[in-house]
C-alpha cells in the first residue's frame, strides 16, 4: 500500500469513528440546549404540547423572583466558600502527607503514617451523595437522636429540650451544606494534589531544605506554584458544584425539591425543579436553565483567565 | 498522544470503541424501545361468556388475566389474594406483577395496544389518569356501576359506594377510574398509653392542649409532627379552619377568594389554637427537623402523645409500631363555636383502579373491578393493607382488624355525611408549597400567626392570577 492509499484508509477511519460520536453528542446535547432555550420563550407547562409564544416575559419575572435571587445568592456564596475551603484544606492536608514530614537529613517525606491518611482521606469520595445525604441526615437529625445534638447534649452544651434543629434554622442551613460537601470533596482534591506533588522531582525540594526553607516558605514557594495547574483544573470542578449542589439540598433540607426553611437554603437547580415538574411553570424553568447555563460557562471562563500565570517546567 | 505522527495509536483506538459502546449501547435499546409503538398486535381475547345476571361482563370460564399492580405503602398482598378468589371462582390463570415503575413497565404495552386487564395505576410513576383517559386507552366503567351488586344483587355497585368516588374518577363526562382507597386524615394516640395516663379523647382544642400539657410534664412530648414536611401540620390547620368556619371556610380558600384567609376569624382562631402549641412547648423536641418516618418513630416510642396523619399511618408504621401499641384515630378536635361537629373528618380516596380499553381479557378487568366492590374483597384489603375502601361498611364487622384500621372505620360510620376534603393542593401546587413554608415558619416560631395569615392570603391572591383559576371552582 502506498502513503497516500495509507492516508487516506486512515481519514475514513478516523471519520468512521468520529462522526458517531459527534452525532450523538450533537442529538442528545447540544439538541436539547436548543430546545430549552426556545422553551424559556414559551408559556409551555410540562404537560401539554401546547404552548404560547410569550417573548422576553419570562426573564422579565425572573429579574423579580425573589426566591430565584435568594437562590442565586446562595449559589454565590457557595462558589465563594466551596473551592476555597476545600482547595485550602486539600493543599494542606496533601503537603503535610507528601512533604511535611522532617526526620533525618534531606529526607522528603510525609507526616508519620502519612499512606494510611492518604486512604483515610479518599473514603468519602467513596460514598455517593445519596449515602452521603443519608449519613449527614443522622448527623444533623433535630432530636437527641442526632449525632451532633447527642454529643452536644452529653456535653451539657444543649437543652435535650431544645436541641439544635440544624437543616431548619435559616441561618445555619447553607453552612451545614457547605460542611457536607467540603468533608466529601477534600479527599479526592488531597490524592489529585499528592499526584500533582509526587511528580515534582524532589531535588527541587532538597534544594529548598538545603537553603533552610521551613515548611510554609517550602510550600508557598515552591510546592503552590508547581501545583498551580492542577488547583486551577479544581477550581473550576468544585465552582461547578458549588453551582449544582441540586442532589445535597433537594434530599437534605425540607421543602419541594427541598430548598427549606423558607427558602434559606434555595439553590438555583432546585428553584428549577420545582418550577418545571411541580408548578407546572416549564417554560419558566427553562429560562432558569439558560441562565444556570450562562452563568456557570462564565464563571468558568473567568476562573480559567483570573488564574493563568506563567507554567513552570520541570 | 497521537502527536508523534503515526495517526491514531493502538491504545487511543480502543479507548475510543469503548466510549464509543458505552453511548451506543442505551442508545440502542432506546431507539428500540420507541419502535415498538404502533404496530397492533391484535390480541384476540378469549371466546365470551354468556352474559347472565351473575356474569354481567360474560366473563369466559377458564381464561386468563393479567393484574398490575403499584407496590407502594399498601404492599401487593391484598391483590395476590383477590386474584387467588378471582381465579377460584372463575376457574381463571392470573399472572400478577406488584412494582413501583407503573410507567416504565407499561407505557410500551399501552402503545403496543396489550396492555394487562386491571391496573392499579398509582405511585409517583403512575401514567397519568387523565393523559390515558383522552388517548382513549381506559375503559368506561359505568357499566360496572349499573352492574348488579355482589353482596346484594338487589342494588346496583354504585349503591354501594361512599360519596364522591363516581366523581373523582370522572375524566371529561366519562367514569374510568375507580379510587379505591377511602384516606381519613387527623390526628392519632397510642391507646395504652392513654389507658396508662387516665387520660380521655379530647373532643375540644382545650381538651387537647390540656392532654398536651399533661404529657409534657410526664416527660412525653404533647404533639409531635413530621416537620421536614409541613404538609401533616397542614391537615391540623385546615381542619381546624374548616371544622371552625364551616364548609363555606373551606371552598372560599379552594376558589381563592379575598378574604379567604385574611379577615376571616375562623382562619386566625385556627392557626391562633396551632401557634398556642408552640408557644405553651408542647411539641415534641426537635420534631421540627425531622422527616415522616423518623418522627413517626418517635411517636410510636411514646415519646410524643399525638401525630397528624391521613389513615394509611399504620400500614406505614407496621414494623416500628409495638404489638401493644394500640393505634387510634381521633379527628381534630374543634373550637368553641365550631359549625362542623367533632366527628367531622377530612376524607377522599386514593389508588385509582383502572380497565385498559384494548385489555385482552376486558370483561375479566371489569368483573374483578365489582368484585374489589363486594364487603368480601374489600374485607380482604382492609386486612391485608390496614386501610378503609370506597366500599360502604365495606368491612365485615365480624373480622378482627389491626387498631388503627378499626378506629378509622368508627370514625367513618361516627362522620356519616360530615366529610370535608380540600382541593387546592390538586389545584394550585405553589400555593400549597407557599402555605405550607408559612406553617413551618410558625411551628419554629419564628412567625407570628397574623403573619401566617398575611402569608397565606398572599399565596392565595398569586394563586388567583394563575391562568388555571379560571378552570377550577367548586361550588
Known amino acids: ?314 | 498522544m497521537g502527536s508523534t505522527g503515526e495517526g491514531i495509536g493502538r491504545r487511543d483506538l480502543i479507548k475510543r470503541s469503548v466510549a464509543l459502546g458505552l453511548i451506543s449501547v442505551p442508545t440502542m435499546s432506546f431507539l428500540s424501545a420507541c419502535a415498538s409503538g404502533g404496530e397492533d398486535t391484535s390480541t384476540k381475547g378469549p371466546d365470551k361468556g354468556a352474559v347472565t345476571k351473575e356474569n354481567p361482563f360474560g366473563v369466559a370460564k377458564g381464561g386468563k388475566l393479567d393484574v398490575v399492580v403499584f407496590k407502594g405503602g399498601f404492599g401487593d398482598d391484598y391483590a395476590k389474594a383477590w386474584e387467588a378468589a378471582f381465579d377460584k371462582k372463575w376457574g381463571t390463570t392470573s399472572s400478577h406483577l406488584g412494582t413501583q415503575e407503573i410507567a416504565a413497565k407499561l407505557q410500551a404495552r399501552f402503545n403496543g395496544g396489550n396492555p394487562p386487564d386491571v391496573i392499579d395505576d398509582s405511585g409517583a410513576q403512575q401514567i397519568k389518569v387523565d393523559v390515558l383517559a383522552k388517548g382513549g386507552q381506559l375503559a368506561e366503567l359505568t357499566q360496572v356501576l349499573d352492574a348488579p351488586s355482589l353482596d346484594d344483587p338487589a342494588k346496583k355497585v354504585r349503591d354501594m359506594l361512599l360519596p364522591g368516588t363516581v366523581e373523582q374518577g370522572t375524566q371529561g363526562g366519562k367514569f374510568v377510574a375507580l379510587y379505591y382507597v377511602y384516606t381519613v386524615f387527623g390526628l392519632w394516640y397510642s391507646g395504652k398509653l392513654f389507658k396508662e395516663k387516665g387520660w380521655a379523647e379530647p373532643k375540644t382544642w382545650d381538651e387537647f392542649l390540656d392532654i398536651c400539657t399533661k404529657a409534657k410534664a410526664a416527660g412525653i412530648g404533647g404533639l409531635a409532627h413530621q416537620g421536614k414536611f409541613p404538609y401533616y401540620i397542614n391537615v391540623v390547620i385546615m381542619d381546624l379552619i374548616a371544622k371552625k368556619g364551616g364548609l363555606e371556610a373551606m371552598k372560599a380558600i379552594d376558589n381563592l377568594e379575598p378574604n379567604a384567609f385574611e379577615g376571616n376569624p375562623a382562619a386566625l382562631a385556627a392557626v391562633e389554637a396551632v401557634y398556642e402549641v408552640v408557644e405553651k412547648d408542647l411539641l415534641m423536641a426537635g420534631t421540627n427537623g425531622l422527616t415522616h418516618t423518623e418522627s413517626q418513630t418517635a411517636w410510636n416510642q411514646y415519646k410524643a402523645a399525638f401525630i397528624p396523619s391521613g389513615s394509611w399511618l399504620e400500614n406505614e408504621q407496621l414494623k416500628q409500631t409495638p404489638e401493644d401499641f394500640d393505634m387510634k384515630f381521633l379527628p381534630v378536635p374543634t373550637l368553641a363555636d365550631s359549625k362542623l361537629p367533632f366527628e367531622a373528618i377530612r376524607a377522599g380516596a386514593g389508588e385509582p383502579f383502572i380497565v385498559p380499553e384494548k385489555a385482552a381479557n376486558k370483561a375479566g378487568g371489569l368483573e374483578f373491578l365489582r368484585s374489589m366492590l363486594s364487603r368480601e374483597w374489600s374485607t380482604i384489603f382492609a386486612q391485608q393493607a390496614n386501610s378503609l375502601t370506597v366500599v360502604k361498611d365495606g368491612v365485615d364487622p365480624n373480622v378482627k382488624l389491626r387498631p388503627g384500621t378499626a378506629s378509622a372505620v368508627t370514625a367513618v360510620k361516627a362522620a356519616g355525611s360530615n366529610t370535608f376534603s380540600y382541593l387546592y393542593p390538586d389545584w394550585y401546587s405553589e400555593m400549597d408549597t407557599e402555605i405550607q413554608n408559612a406553617s413551618n415558619e410558625l411551628m419554629a416560631k419564628r412567625i407570628q400567626p397574623k403573619e401566617w395569615i398575611k402569608r397565606a392570603q398572599a399565596a392565595v391572591d398569586k394563586a388567583a392570577k394563575d391562568p388555571n383559576a379560571k378552570n377550577n371552582h367548586r361550588s
Not at chain 1, 234 to 246: C, N, Q, R, T
Not at chain 1, 282 to 296: E, F, N
Open chain 1, 1 to 314: 500500500m502506498s502513503q497516500v492509499a495509507q492516508g487516506k484508509g486512515r481519514i475514513g477511519f478516523i471519520a468512521g469513528f468520529l462522526f458517531l460520536p459527534l452525532a450523538l453528542y450533537l442529538t442528545f446535547v447540544i439538541w436539547p440546549y436548543i430546545q430549552t432555550f426556545g422553551y424559556s420563550f414559551t408559556n409551555w407547562s410540562g404537560q401539554s404540547p401546547t404552548f404560547d409564544f410569550v417573548g422576553l416575559d419570562n426573564y422579565a419575572a425572573l429579574m423579580k423572583d425573589e426566591v430565584f435571587r435568594g437562590a442565586l445568592w446562595h449559589n454565590l456564596l457557595l462558589l465563594v466558600f466551596v473551592p476555597t475551603v476545600t482547595i485550602l484544606l486539600a493543599l494542606f492536608f496533601a503537603f503535610m502527607v507528601n512533604v511535611g514530614g522532617r526526620s533525618g537529613a534531606g529526607g522528603v517525606r510525609g507526616v508519620r503514617g502519612s499512606s494510611v491518611y492518604k486512604i483515610v482521606y479518599f473514603f468519602p469520595q467513596v460514598l455517593s451523595l445519596a449515602i452521603l445525604a443519608v449519613l449527614f441526615g443522622a448527623v444533623y437529625r433535630s432530636d437527641e437522636g442526632g449525632l451532633l445534638n447527642g454529643f452536644l447534649t452529653k456535653l451539657g452544651l444543649v437543652d435535650p429540650a431544645h436541641p439544635v434543629e440544624w437543616l431548619n434554622q435559616p441561618n445555619l442551613v447553607v453552612w451545614c451544606l457547605l460542611l457536607v460537601v467540603v468533608w466529601h470533596g477534600v479527599g479526592f482534591y488531597l490524592v489529585l494534589f499528592s499526584a500533582a506533588m509526587q511528580s515534582v522531582p524532589k531535588d527541587i525540594y532538597e534544594a529548598a531544605l538545603l537553603d533552610g526553607a521551613g515548611r510554609a516558605q517550602t510550600f508557598l514557594k515552591v510546592t503552590l506554584p508547581l501545583l498551580w495547574d492542577s488547583v486551577q483544573t479544581s477550581a473550576v470542578y468544585l465552582g461547578i458544584a458549588a453551582m449544582d449542589m441540586f442532589v445535597l439540598v433537594s434530599t437534605m433540607t425540607s421543602g419541594q425539591f427541598g430548598g427549606g426553611p423558607d427558602h434559606h437554603s434555595e439553590v438555583m437547580a432546585t428553584v428549577l425543579m420545582r418550577n418545571f415538574l411541580y408548578f407546572g411553570k416549564s417554560g419558566y424553568a427553562c429560562a432558569m436553565g439558560v441562565v444556570m447555563l450562562v452563568l456557570t460557562m462564565i464563571l468558568s471562563i473567568v476562573t480559567l483567565r483570573a488564574t493563568r500565570r506563567e507554567r513552570i517546567e520541570f
